[in-house]
């Protein structure tokens, strides 16, 4: 089946300072997404990537998928105490919209301020 | 964009009972879909919610211990059968469209079995 790898799985970083969260499928996606999660909240769609090598920023996000269409990237830059959090990239295979995500393990970012 | 409310938010339950968890869109949905998610892990999906007809179940589960209604386009449950403390897990319900694919997830259902 269809697997999500994600790294790294922690992050420490100093308020201010960047971060990137790397995800890579086994298989090609017909797109992938990001998706922030709040410690004890929901996971909250950030985006979403179907072309490929298609690059999409939000504000101090970038988010890149890969040419193959089997790997992407998250940057955060001069991180904020606010976007502290566990960051999935999530695969959407062959099947489309009728199929789940299938999530990565997550990057878990923690921020000193 | 999709409301999603699910119950209930936490529950701590015996082991060998049953539990159902109830998820309702403010929109008519066509994928519905129940995953579980061990407190800091990933989020496994457990199966998909089809509306009038069987759910379709990932490896790994199966319709006896999780078995799952979708009487409508707008609600869905899942319940967690015969309970061992090896089901304490949170459990989300998401909901989606075939084409515009971003997901919408509930505030999950907390379950502990003890």
Redesign the interface.
Known sequence: GQQVMQIPQYQHVQEGEDFTTYCNSSTTLSNIQWYKQRPGGHPVFLIQLVKSGEVKKQKRLTFQFGEAKKNSSLHITATQTTDVGTYFCAGLGSGGGADGLTFGKGTHLIIQP | SAVISQKPSRDICQRGTSLTIQCQVDSQV??M?W?RQQP??????IA?ANQGSEATY??GFVIDKFPISRPNLTFSTLTVSNMSPEDSSIY?C?A?????????????TRLTVV
Do not use: C, P, R
């Not at chain 2, 800091?40 to 999906?45: D, H, M």
């Open positions: 066509t994928m879909f995953y800091g892990q990933s989020l496994t999906l998909t990932e490896s989300l998401s989606g469209d075939i084409v515009n694919t971003e997901a919408f997830f509930g505030q999950g």
